[in-house]
């Protein structure tokens, strides 16, 4: 049992790539999120799903999409990266109104 | 709109010592709290999560108290270590299922 991985670890991009971060858990949750940290400001939501082929917008989802096709993966699209996007990534997930566990994080930088 | 807060925000103490790390939220209509630790440069490890019915929840050394009708948590780490140097963030419920965080406690135990 993994967990929630995350891949890759670290990125650099320059302004104007696209990539796509990868997110999958092993523990059958319905529920699966993404966050990004940036220092002083805590974690700020991006995009949320509560099931295969229903996703929503977070706080912050502008510059970013995501898709979610099966229960495990929710990947998470940067289209034409930008220097505000430079943070930490992280997606969690979980089961109906248990706790939420979390991958080991995206760094990325975009210069 | 849900707020949390962290006080304090940073917290030095020396190897011994009990210490109570405080949460606060400004709507009071969770269903749970959930508390986790995060190590420099790592991802979020989840603690404790204390469902609305409960008012304590504890794990070995920590111990979550839940006061919803003061919108307030409290966590108690007994006898503490070096090792349990870390930012300590508490998360409520928000819209659409996902967390609200606080900015985080970051503890220093010295030895």
């Known amino acids: 049992n993994a967990g929630v991985t995350q891949t890759p670890k670290f990125r650099i991009l320059k302004i104007g790539q696209s990539m796509t971060l990868q997110c999958t858990q092993d523990?059958?949750?319905?529920?699966m999120y993404w966050y990004r940290q940036d220092p002083g400001m805590g974690l700020k939501l991006i995009y949320y799903s509560v099931g295969a082929g229903i996703t929503d917008k977070g706080e912050v989802p502008n510059g970013y999409n995501v898709s979610r096709s099966t229960t495990e993966d929710f990947p998470l699209r940067l289209e034409l990266a930008a220097p505000s996007q430079t943070s930490v990534y992280f997606c969690?997930?979980?089961?109906?109104?248990?706790?939420?566990?979390f991958g080991p994080g995206t760094r990325l930088t975009v210069t | 709109k849900q707020e949390v807060t962290q006080i304090p925000a940073a917290l030095s103490v020396p190897e011994g010592e009990n210490l109570v790390l405080n949460c606060s939220f400004t709507?009071?209509?969770?269903?749970?709290l959930q508390w986790f630790r995060q190590d420099p440069g790592k991802g979020l490890t989840s603690l404790l999560l204390?469902?609305?019915?409960?008012r304590e929840q504890t794990s070995g050394r920590l111990n979550a108290s839940l006061d919803k009708s003061s919108g307030r948590s409290t966590l108690y780490i007994a006898a503490s270590q070096p090792g349990d140097s870390a930012t300590y963030l508490c998360?409520?419920?928000?819209?659409?299922?996902?967390?609200?965080f606080g900015k985080g406690t970051t503890l220093s135990v010295s030895s």
């Open positions: 969690a997930s979980r089961a109906r109104d248990a706790e939420q566990y």
């Open positions: 523990m059958n949750h319905n529920y």
């Open positions: 709507d009071s209509a969770i269903y749970n």
């Open positions: 998360a409520v419920p928000g819209a659409g299922t996902a967390l609200i």
């Open positions: 204390i469902q609305s019915s409960q």
